[in-house]
């Protein structure tokens, strides 16, 4: 495996990605293709492929790439980044049932990681899943939040994020 050459195309797209520069990006997709031309099996150059596709906002060609780099057993951060790029792509594509699938695997194999978390939240709202998705978010911003405001009313708005379908106060006499 030459991962001189991988790691070359990840450099380069990573930097076309930055730089918002399609041409770059290009150039790391051929380079990519090459590399998986020469090693098919490999998971971390299929999902290579997969993540240029989505930089260059090829998601339709992007999905088979991040499908079969899970089936090749692609593991540790770049299973994380997968799934999160999949999943995305899926919501971006308007599968939202295989986006909210992804995601929630995501989830639970990497509980630690909030931008899979808040994927899943605008996959579920897209869902029509409003409750959970609102639940997640205020959750995610509770736990981040430095915002003084929102760090006074913590507790009640931890409550409601669980309760939001409860009504308060019935009417005033």
Known sequence: ??????AEAIQLREEGRAKQDETILRQAKALLMELHAAYTD?????????????????????V???????????AGP???RAL?????????LGEYEKSVETLR????????????????????????????ALELALTNLLETTT??????????LEYYSTHLDEKWYEGEE
């Open 64 to 74: 088979p790439f991040y499908t079969r780099a899970l089936e090749q057993g692609l």
């Open 105 to 132: 695997r995501g989830v639970r194999e990497f509980p630690q990681n909030r931008a899979l978390q808040i994927f899943l939240a605008m996959a579920l709202y897209n869902s029509q899943q409003y409750k959970e």
């Open 1 to 6: 495996m030459d991962r001189e050459r991988l």
């Open 147 to 156: 915002d003084e405001k929102l760090l006074y009313f913590k507790r009640g």
């Open 78 to 80: 770049s299973l994380e």
């Open 42 to 62: 490999d998971a971390e150059i299929t999902f290579q492929n997969a993540v240029v596709r989505d930089n260059l906002g090829l998601g339709h060609e992007a």
């Open 84 to 92: 999160l790029g999949l999943g995305s792509t899926y919501r971006g």
